[in-house]
T-cell receptor, first 112, second 115 residues
Framework: GQQLNQSPQSMFIQEGEDVSMNCTSS?????WLWYKQEPGEGPVLLIA?????ELTSNGRLTAQFGITRKDSFLNISASIPSDVGIYFC????????????FGAGTTVTVRA | NAGVMQNPRHLVRRRGQEARLRCSPM?????VYWYRQLPEEGLKFMVY????????ESGMPKERFSAEFPKEGPSILRIQQVVRGDSAAYFC?????????????FGQGTRLTVV
């Protein structure tokens, strides 16, 4: 599969802070996705992006599909304790490709 | 409306035994995907199946691993003669007919430990 580089690997944040993480690829993706995984659970889709330049929000989450189609970022505004978890980026290389390539994840821990 | 159901949630096997992981897709979904997650890594695609057909098994190890999705019943991921390196979380996802992989929903996973 394609290689996705996700950063940072982990972060400790203060409750109320804004958080940003990003994902880059050496090749073009047609679709970017952001998932959250909590301990012992499967990934849950947060945001899906389908067009270069697209900016999409889901509550306090905002994600953007980079213009080059090789990167994406996810912002979490005003962090709360339940934001704890591992956030994964994933991409689809072609619009009709069912396979997802995942980044290694960003572990978010919130200090109360 | 039940989501993707995987069982067992946890499975312990001794080296050399067989592991059978089951996945029941969401109601109305006919596409099933299996992914493997090693500790502190992202998910890696293994296989994509539709009812009675393996569409893409390019991510499956060539030996000891097999998958099926019969006309009736759950999808099964089978690992024969398990080794310590098979220890991982195995996730199943499903999507409806005609959809792309982005519309797939994941199950809670089966955590396999080989001792």
């Amino acid at each position: 599969g394609q290689q996705l580089n996700q950063s940072p690997q982990s972060m400790f944040i203060q409750e109320g802070e804004d958080v940003s993480m990003n994902c880059t690829s050496s090749s073009i993706f047609n679709t970017w996705l952001w998932y959250k995984q909590e301990p012992g659970e499967g990934p849950v889709l947060l945001i899906a992006l389908y067009k270069a330049g697209e900016l999409t929000s889901n509550g306090r989450l905002t994600a953007q599909f980079g213009i080059t189609r090789k990167d994406s970022f996810l912002n979490i505004s005003a962090s709360i304790p339940s934001d704890v978890g591992i956030y994964f980026c994933a991409g689809q290389a072609r619009s009709n490709d069912y396979k997802l390539s995942f980044g290694a994840g960003t572990t978010v821990t919130v200090r109360a | 409306n039940a989501g993707v159901m995987q069982n067992p949630r946890h499975l312990v096997r001794r080296r050399g035994q067989e592991a059978r992981l089951r996945c029941s897709p969401m109601k109305g979904h006919s596409h099933v995907y299996w992914y493997r997650q090693l500790p502190e890594e992202g998910l890696k695609f293994m296989v994509y199946l539709q009812k009675e057909n393996i569409i893409d098994e390019s991510g499956m190890p060539k030996e000891r691993f097999s998958a099926e999705f019969p006309k009736e019943g759950p999808s099964i991921l089978r690992i024969q003669q398990v080794v310590r390196g098979d220890s991982a979380a195995y996730f199943c996802a499903s999507s409806p007919m005609g959809s792309q992989g982005t519309e797939a929903f994941f199950g809670q996973g089966t955590r396999l430990t080989v001792v």
